[in-house]
């Protein structure tokens, strides 16, 4: 539900547009209803029906057929979503939906900012008034009330009294430009063929009072002549409220009218050509709820210059992609002199980390995901308050750092729990001797090793049992080991949620590779482990390979299936001091490349494969180019593997460091050329997320279950998992140009940040454990 369907009417229609393309590409359905008339509708060519009802009247919109219509057509729908409010659009659809049981969300899209009140006075009395009788009810009503950023939410705050409403803050972005960069320069000089041999700074807006062009036009001037000379200002963009004439009035009257170009409202090409053109985007605002064209102008790669009222301006700062100033003419001219004070260098760096921040923070598909989650969980009662403080308990076999994934996953899920304020404990079958040992943000019940490999311990079910109820939620790591069995019996008859993590251990490699262990596993899954994933919440996969992997492996018992957002930490340690500390501890790689594999050295990790691929391609290969294996021995699999390497005459060029922890395993990411994992079955790989992080290619077999994000994001290169796969990984890599494979370095850091970032794993396992909260304590709910 929006007002208009008009590109001219900003952030609110470019949301609905983008977000609703990328909810129809996942295969669901998207209707629209605004308050233009039919003809205007028809002009464009969008990719959902619309129902245009008719303008209605006057600048609010008032229109008898909203309210009839919404009540008529809305049991057709999961849920609604309300684009702005001030107008008629949302108190009609409002009226609409009451005694309804159809889920309604609304984004106020900056309309609350405290700047309105501050610059009409009168006008925010008479909205007030309209809070108290109509609006603030709308809000009070919905399921959610959703905020483009935290800014945007703290700055809403307080401004209108009367009414509270729940709260949330989504991921917002935009779409990732996919068009001919040149080409779209091209169209954009054939339209200003004045500014072909000029450099530009851009303002790409509606012209409003609230977008501080006067300050904009008024530093320019002041700047001017400490600023190259070929330097111009292009302000695009429609003149809604007729302040045109008086700001060209104000460019001439500052003798600079000369350098500034007005190129109206730009669309398609045009717009994209400038951005791509332009040597910064400018934008001194004295409000701006997000700013979608800020993010547009870094998915270009173009700096951004703005003022701190643009709500997005921590971010901006956190990426390092431009500058940020009050919005005065002041901090307006200090944009500029900073920005032209930096290198042709500092220019190009500024770019490359715009896009960065646009791949972080903005990038569209992201944003569409977290809508998509929010209106999933619409079916119950909204549950993903983040002020309220979840309380975790997970249960895992052991926390030795040599059990790889599962552990991996807990620490970095934990971590970021502990940091945003949750409460988390961590209950395992290792020895409190073997807990002293290691430090932990969080505190861990250690209830001793249990009996054999399978680790029976008398203790877990009993101590969960008298536990449970002081968490929200338990969740459970891997499984076939007793501490998914014993922490199921403690859970049995308890309101308390459990979630289980397979860590990959329903893969149907195990199945293949060892047939006769498996008939043991399926006699046990019927007698236990199938009932613990029957009895789950939810059972949880990291990635939607692994969740189809698993499907049909086990037979009898069904369950609840659920993909998770998954990832790992971004690296934050000193780059030049950890690969120093590496090289200072294995001297002899100092003035050689090398290929790292780090990982447990299992033979489901195909460490075989790698060195016979190494050794049949090293006449192919650079001469300067070692292999450096690095991890634990858990199965005593390393003589063997030197002593094919031996046999191999490759001996002197690998390298076996053991397993590599901090400084050391960060340094060796970063030292190599790239990270190479040829593994036969792999669930998720969070050393492939950790090298694509430190900007390293990665080359992997297709049994690593997230080998499409690595193809999709073009940071890195997938085979199948033999020696002819193994040798192709190499040999692809090594025929790539110097340039190609910093590309592809860039390619593995933006699909790290696109799909692997630990922080969307946790608000994605917080949305899960919150609404599980609900549904098993309604006095939760709001």
Request: net charge neutral; proline share 5%; with cysteine.
């Amino acid at each position: 539900m929006i007002r208009s369907m008009q590109p001219e009417s900003g952030g609110p229609i470019e949301t609905l547009l983008r977000s609703s393309e990328t909810l129809i590409g996942d295969g669901h359905e998207v209707e629209v209803v605004c308050l233009d008339f039919v003809d205007d509708v028809a002009k464009r060519s969008l990719p959902f029906p619309v129902t245009a009802l008719g303008r209605g009247i006057g600048r609010y919109g008032y229109n008898w057929r909203l309210t009839p219509w919404v009540r008529q057509n809305a049991s057709r729908f999961d849920a609604v979503l309300l684009h702005g409010i001030w107008n008629y659009s949302s108190v009609g659809a409002w009226l609409g939906l009451r005694k309804q049981s159809i889920p309604y969300f609304i984004l106020p899209h900056g309309m609350m900012d405290p700047w309105f009140r501050a610059t009409y006075p009168w006008k925010h009395i008479v909205k007030q008034i309209y809070w108290w009788l109509a609006e603030g009810r709308v809000l009070r009503d919905a399921q959610c009330v959703l905020f483009t950023c935290e800014e945007e939410r703290l700055r809403a705050s307080n401004v209108f009294a009367g009414y509270t409403y729940s709260e949330r803050v989504i991921r917002y972005g935009t779409a990732d430009p996919t068009g001919d960069a040149e080409k779209e320069k091209a169209a954009f000089f054939a339209v200003l063929p004045a500014l072909k041999d000029r450099r530009f700074m851009l303002f790409l807006g509606r012209i409003h009072p609230k977008k501080g062009c006067d300050l904009l036009i008024a530093a320019f001037a002041k700047t001017a002549a400490r600023i190259p000379s070929d330097v111009d200002l292009v302000i695009a963009g429609p003149d809604q409220v007729g302040q045109m004439a008086g700001l060209k009035q104000l460019a001439s009257k500052l003798g600079i009218v000369d350098r500034i170009h007005w190129c109206g409202m730009l669309h398609g090409e045009l717009k994209w050509g400038a951005f791509r053109a332009a040597e910064a985007f400018i934008l001194p605002s004295h409000q701006e709820n997000f700013g979608i064209v800020v993010a547009e102008a870094m998915a270009c790669r173009t700096p951004v210059l703005i003022s701190d009222k643009v709500n997005i301006w921590r971010e901006i700062e956190s990426s390092e992609a431009g500058f940020v100033e009050p919005d005065t003419i002041e901090g307006t001219r200090n944009l500029i002199g900073r920005f032209w004070a930096l290198s042709g260098k500092e220019h190009a760096e500024m770019a490359n980390r715009a896009r960065q921040g646009f791949l972080r923070y903005f990038e569209g598909e992201s944003a569409a995901r977290d809508l998509e989650r929010t209106l999933g969980l619409s079916h119950g009662h909204f549950a993903s308050d983040s002020s309220k403080k979840i309380r975790v308990l997970h249960v895992i076999r052991t926390t030795e750092p040599e059990s790889g994934g599962p552990l991996e996953a807990l620490l970095r899920i934990s971590e970021l729990l502990v940091r945003y304020g949750h409460d988390v404990e961590v209950v395992c079958l290792d020895s409190a001797e073997d807990i002293a040992q290691r430090s932990f943000s969080f505190p861990v019940a250690a209830l001793g090793r249990g009996v054999g490999k399978y680790g029976y311990n008398p203790r877990l079910a009993p101590w969960v049992r008298r536990n449970a109820c002081r968490f929200d939620a338990v969740i459970l790591h891997g499984l076939w080991n007793y501490s998914s069995i014993g922490a199921w019996r403690g859970l049995r008859k308890q309101p308390t949620p459990f979630f289980i993590f397979p860590h990959g251990m329903m893969d149907p490699w195990f199945r293949n590779k060892y047939p006769l262990k498996h008939v043991f596993k399926d006699a046990y899954w019927w007698m236990a482990e199938g009932r613990v994933l029957r009895d789950a919440q939810q059972v949880l996969f990291t990635c939607e390979e692994e969740k189809m992997r698993a499907r049909n492996v086990f037979s009898l018992y069904h369950y609840k299936e659920r993909v998770l957002l998954f990832g790992t930490a971004d690296p934050d340690g000193d780059v030049e001091a950890e690969k120093a500390a590496f090289l200072a501890s294995h001297s002899a790689l100092k003035d050689r490349r090398f290929l790292l594999f780090l990982g447990r050295i299992h033979e489901k990790k195909g460490c075989d494969l790698l060195i016979q691929a190494f050794a049949e391609g090293a006449v192919e290969l650079p001469s300067d180019l070692d292999l450096v294996i690095a991890g634990p021995d858990q199965v005593g699999w390393v003589p063997a593997l030197q002593e094919l390497a031996g046999k191999l005459g490759v001996a002197s060029r690998v390298h076996w460091p053991g397993m590599l922890r901090g400084d050391l395993k960060w340094g060796a990411i970063r030292c190599a050329d790239a990270l190479i994992l040829p593994s036969h079955q792999e669930n998720f790989g969070f050393v492939v997320a950790e090298a694509m992080a430190c900007s390293k290619p990665v080359l992997i077999s297709d049994k690593v279950n997230i080998w499409r994000e690595v193809e999709r994001s073009g940071g890195g290169i997938v085979e199948p998992d033999t020696v002819d796969g193994t040798r192709n990984l190499l040999r692809r890599y090594f025929a790539l140009s110097k340039e190609e494979c910093a590309q592809m370095g860039n390619g593995a850091r933006q699909g790290f940040v696109r799909y692997f970032d630990v922080e969307s794993t946790v608000h994605d396992l917080l949305r899960v454990i919150g609404f599980a909260s609900n549904e098993a304590d309604p006095s939760l709910t709001r």
